[in-house]
């Protein structure tokens, strides 16, 4: 599946920092450790609806990730999946009426519309499930010793999962408390254990199915990412990333499910998940409707304004949106553009470093934007350091704002 351009990145001058990001299963901060090629999976969207503002937020943390690694002098191969067929996306084809591919593809177009505005990084292979139905297949056929039938569909046995629950630390209500939220079954007849997770749902009268050795059928939603992260970045991948909501139960099984075909643990060398984003007190969900539309918010105002918002919180913080940060984040904005207009400025290599130290400190995008801030102020005011002012300190703050943050001045 075709994924979107890529924006040209500015090199810096200097020494980089290595970056420390937050590990989910090691439950702490850790400096991550990439070989020439960093390599990272972040799950994609389910294209029933538009972009909105929680996926842009997830999607810019990993976006600041493979940042920080390219800055760090690593290649980085990032792979995203589409989950182009699943049951929510079914189940709005048939309350709106629309074929349900192209639904889908109306609905990707607009996620790569959307990721373009804001200089999301693209993966350099974006997946769609149906593309690749054959090899899910074949990994659950792998999957055999693992695995047992129930009515046609193909369960995964948590009691053959020794490492099952080391991801998320959850209790086991916890566990099925989310489960039966999260699109699992806990109370299906017939299961061996109520966490068994579906590998193959078979075929069901007017839902797609495959012809594969496993019979006429579709994957289930957590196969699909392990196999589609197997076959492009192999075992032992750098960071699998998605938000909160995907600690439990996708990234959990998945990772058994890595586990069990590999034999290699852990499936992912870091787990890291991002914040929710809500709207009105709630967490902002197609399920409950309280979305803000990145698309929408684009056709009022400047895109690097609204990633300024998103930079504007922690990316594992949980916050809630309100309109008057993007006044806010506009004004920031202007004050940035009007600063790095300037024939000279204050010097900016401090602040490079500094912005280099934020980031590599577990994304501190907050601390990152108010260096930046406390050196517009000083160059608007007229205020220079003993040497005076440097001509070339205007393009350098340009380019680490670029390079570092994604936003383009």
């Known amino acids: 599946m075709r994924t979107w351009s890529a924006p040209n990145i500015p090199k810096l001058p200097g020494a980089s920092v290595p970056l420390r990001l937050y590990d989910t299963a090691a439950r702490q901060v850790r400096q991550t450790g990439p070989g020439p090629t960093a390599r990272m999976y972040v799950c994609g969207i389910t294209p029933y609806d538009a972009t909105h ?71 350099r292979e974006y997946v769609g499930v149906t593309e690749v139905v054959g090899q899910v297949a074949a990994l659950i056929e792998r999957l055999g010793p693992f695995t047992y039938e129930l009515d046609g569909d193909i369960y995964f046995s948590k009691a053959a999962a020794p490492k099952f629950g080391e991801v998320s630390g959850y209790s086991e209500q ?17 299961k061996r254990d109520p966490l068994d997770w579906l590998l193959w749902r078979a075929e069901r009268p007017g839902e797609p199915a495959w012809d594969t050795p496993l019979g006429r059928g579709r994957p289930g939603w957590h196969i699909e990412c392990t196999s589609i992260a197997l076959d492009n970045l192999g075992p032992g991948f750098d ?15 998945g990772a058994s499910e890595g586990h069990a075909a590999t034999g290699e643990w852990p499936f992912a060398r870091f787990y890291t998940h991002a914040g929710m984003v809500a ?12 979305l803000v539309f990145v698309s929408k918010l684009r056709r009022e105002h400047d895109p690097m304004a609204i990633r300024l918002v998103l930079l504007g919180h922690h990316y594992r913080a949980d916050w809630e949106y309100v309109p008057a940060e993007l006044a806010a ?15 000279a400025a204050p010097p900016a290599v401090d602040l490079l470093q500094t912005v280099r130290e934020r980031l590599a400190d577990d994304l501190d995008a907050p601390g990152a934007l108010a260096a930046i ?11 220079t350091l003993p040497d005076g002012a440097d001509p070339s300190a205007p393009a350098l703050v340009a380019d680490l704002a670029d390079t570092l943050l994604g936003v383009r001045l």
């Not at 990730?65 to 929510?88: E, F, K, L, S």
């Not at 709207?279 to 309280?290: A, F, P, V």
């Not at 801030?373 to 205020?383: C, F, K, P, T, V």
């Open 53 to 123: 503002l929680g996926h842009a937020n997830t999607y810019l943390a990993f976006d600041l990730v493979g940042r920080q690694w390219r800055d760090n002098g690593h290649d980085v191969h990032y792979t995203q999946n589409a989950t182009d067929v699943d049951d929510p996306l079914l189940e709005r084809a048939e309350q709106t009426g629309v074929d349900w591919q192209e639904l889908a593809e109306r609905e990707i177009e607009l996620f790569r519309t959307d990721m373009e505005a804001l200089r999301i990084l693209p993966p």
């Open 174 to 190: 916890e566990m099925l408390t989310l489960f039966a939220e999260r699109g699992g079954d806990p109370e299906r007849a017939g």
């Open 239 to 253: 960071v699998a990333g998605g938000g909160t909501d995907l600690i439990f139960p996708h990234h959990e099984c």
């Open 279 to 290: 709207l009105d007190g709630e967490k902002m969900s197609k399920s409950k409707g309280n």
């Open 329 to 343: 984040a506009e004004a920031r904005l202007a004050r940035w553009r009007e600063a790095v207009a300037l024939p």
């Open 373 to 383: 801030d406390a050196w517009a102020e000083r160059a608007l005011s007229g205020s």
